[in-house]
């Protein structure tokens, strides 16, 4: 689960984290007001779950108090469009007012679980601000990377490392080596999967401060950190997306082809994704309908392929396993006696119970295009969709 | 033979009173598994089928001499249980919950390299032998016995997988899903290591995922191997940033994409299945091709 960055910053702060003075506003007048109390020069930014924003205009400096309300009544309530967002754009409901900081250096520091090592990995690079992944790609030499064992915890000697890599020397080092250590246990009593201090920058004033950050919420793990759950903005997300969530269909994701896909399995969903583009379709979404063993889920599902107005054709394909397939067809023909189904369906069924699952749609009398096997199913999906 | 289970693996079934637990011991009990206990705390004296249900592990194994155990157990609970078998000296333990937090994961792991116990997942289906014996939740009926071996990080890509083997006349040695969690027991590499030495396997299949880098680290085991690879990647049309259901299946830089996945594993010698309906017949040209030499 994303967070905004005023409420990363806020989580920095309780960790023992110094983070550039300012605060929070939904209005223009409380920035206003923010930016008077830090002496009306400051930064305004726009809180959207996105990076890209400096370059879309989501980030601007501001010379007095009302220089930042204006900017702020711009921001507010309008849509930032960045490259990493739709071509909609994400809504910007509130703007982080901060001081201006004289930046003498900029650095990188994150933090991610590395599946390969099976331990926190904490990552530094000189090349702070720009996009970790394209430094990663083209200089990854710069990035200093290291695994910390679960027994050890993080240890000064794991911050002396990375900070002398850095080039950080005392007392700049003593600072680094406890803001990390800070944010090693920030991590793992937090249950993150990313944080990311992104700039982190020495000022011209010798202090080590996070500009930038992005602190990412393990899903599995958000039944047992609810203060961290309840920061979760539905406003950032997908409508469709939030609308699947809130029926019960959880693991869907809206992609922007004609072609809905009710799967069962993350694998095998990513799988018929790929056949459909390669029968020259396009996906509408990427959906794992699980273990559903009721047939509620597989109706709703067929509610938001209702609801999204791209879809000209669906395609079930499921390979019963840990999942019945009779359940899953008796789904498909009660969503039809729920609602009014014009798009043509699609279905490829196999494993526990396919014959039971399949009498039940022969004896249902509804018409439904069935499919052997997976490439089958493709390409009349495909077909029906061009329709 | 095989790898992992086989005639002589007597399971244990951690969480058997669940519906789920129950439910699979019994199918694993029909497929011809040794299934000698189950353990649900405060449970003990109990039988689900006529398996005699236990307290703990360490009794189970004490009075029963399991040697694998697979696990049912609620998310919020899976790291205990895999950590309370590793401790009782069960050697494999296969974890088919999902949605672990990937902490718990870090921890688990690291006790279990102590312990010297090998775990399978979590979030995975299991594990089966064909005609031996079978630790997991897929169908057996789909599967049958032959020389293919099968390691996977999804489990349905496997049923299908396993289901165009069958149907070409293509039996499997063992097929095992790793889990498509960021934080797995084993890796495809470890699995290609024992089917390598695995004289009932002739050829291995390897599905893999977005996300992650086990894929090219199990291309370069590959280069060491001298028994076939066919492979596939799941997922080249998947955005990246976009956690695809599996935890672990999220593509962040190059190196989690399917192409540079594929790429990775073509250069160490794996044959690239060109589409997922194609994994069976790819492995049977790469078969026929062999029994001809």
């Known amino acids: 689960m994303k967070i905004h960055e005023y409420q990363a910053k806020q989580i920095l702060s309780q960790a023992g984290i110094r983070v550039p003075k300012g605060n929070v506003a939904a209005t223009a007048a409380e920035a206003g007001r923010i930016a008077a109390e830090l002496g009306g020069r400051c930064v305004i930014k726009a809180q959207v779950h996105a990076g890209g924003r400096g370059k879309a205009g989501g980030i601007r400096a501001a010379t007095s108090a009302a220089d930042a309300e204006g900017l702020a009544a711009r921001m507010l309530g309008s849509r930032l469009v960045t490259a990493q967002t739709s071509a909609e754009g994400a809504p910007v409901s509130r703007v982080l007012v901060e001081e201006t900081v004289e930046v003498a250096r900029e650095l990188y520091l994150g933090m991610t679980v590395d599946g390969s090592a099976m331990a926190p990995v904490m990552m530094a690079s000189t090349a702070g601000g720009m996009e970790i992944e394209e430094v990663a790609h083209t200089q990854p030499e710069k990035i200093l990377k290291m695994a910390i064992n679960s027994v050890s915890g993080f240890q000064p000697f794991h911050g002396r490392q990375l900070a002398f890599g850095l080039g950080l020397e005392p007392p700049l080092m003593a600072q680094a080596t406890s803001l990390m250590a800070n944010l090693y246990r920030l991590f793992v009593t937090q249950d993150l999967s990313l944080a990311e201090i992104n700039p982190l920058v020495v000022t011209k004033d010798g202090r080590l401060l996070p500009l930038d950050c992005k602190l990412n919420i393990d899903d599995n793990a958000l039944f047992r950190r609810p203060e961290l759950a309840a920061l979760r903005d539905p406003q950032q997300e997908d409508a469709l997306e939030l609308q699947a969530l809130s029926l019960g269909v959880r693991n869907y994701i809206k992609l922007d082809g004609s072609i809905g896909c009710m799967v069962n399995g993350a694998g095998l969903a990513m799988a018929v994704l790929d056949q459909i583009t390669s029968a020259g379709g396009r996906p509408a979404n990427f959906l794992d309908i699980g273990t559903a063993n009721n047939t509620e889920r597989v109706v709703n599902a067929f509610k938001v392929f209702k609801a999204d107005t791209r879809v000209k054709a669906v395609l079930v394909n499921i390979f019963g396993g840990m999942a019945r397939v009779d359940v899953i067809a008796q789904g498909i023909v009660e969503a039809h006696q729920q609602m009014d189904i014009t798009f043509p369906i699609v279905i490829r069924l196999a494993g526990t119970n396919v014959d039971a699952g399949k009498k039940i749609l022969e004896a249902s009398g509804l018409r439904f295009i069935t499919a052997s096997d997976m490439k089958d199913a493709a390409e009349k999906a495909v077909k029906a969709a061009k329709r | ?293």
């Open chain 2, 1 to 293: 033979m095989s790898i992992l289970v086989d005639k002589n693996t007597r399971l244990l079934v951690q969480g058997i009173t669940g519906g789920e637990g129950s439910f699979h011991a019994q199918r694993c009990q029909e497929y011809g598994a040794k299934v000698v206990a189950g353990v649900t705390p405060g449970k003990a004296g109990s039988q689900v089928a006529g398996i005699p249900v236990f307290n703990t592990v360490e009794k189970a194994v004490r009075e029963t001499g399991a040697n694998a155990s697979i696990i049912f157990v609620p998310a919020a609970f899976a790291a205990d249980a895999i950590m309370e078998a590793a401790d009782a000296g069960i050697p494999l333990v296969v974890c088919i919950t999902e949605g672990i937090p990937t902490l718990d994961m870090v921890t688990v792991t690291g006790y279990l390299n102590l312990r010297g116990a090998r775990l399978i997942g979590p979030n995975c289906p299991g594990v089966i032998s064909p005609g031996k014996s079978k630790a997991g939740i897929m169908a057996g009926e789909i599967h049958m016995p032959g020389a293919v071996g099968v390691v996977s990080r999804s489990g349905t890509l496997t049923y299908e997988t396993v289901a165009q083997l069958t149907a070409l006349g293509l039996g499997q040695s063992t097929c095992v899903g790793i889990g498509g969690d960021p934080i797995v027991g084993s890796s495809f590499a470890d699995m290609l290591q024992l089917f390598q030495k695995d004289r009932a396997t002739r050829a291995v299949v390897l599905i893999g995922e977005i996300g992650g880098s086990k894929e090219q680290e199990a291309a370069e085991f590959i280069k060491t191997m001298t028994k076939p690879v066919i492979a596939f990647v799941a997922g080249a049309t998947a955005p990246p940033g976009r956690r695809m259901g599996h935890a672990g299946a999220i593509i962040s830089g190059s190196s989690g994409t399917a192409k540079e996945k594929m790429a990775a594993l073509k250069a160490a010698g794996a044959l690239i299945a060109p589409s997922p309906a194609q994994i069976g017949e790819t492995v049977k040209q790469v078969l026929g091709k062999d029994s001809r030499r």
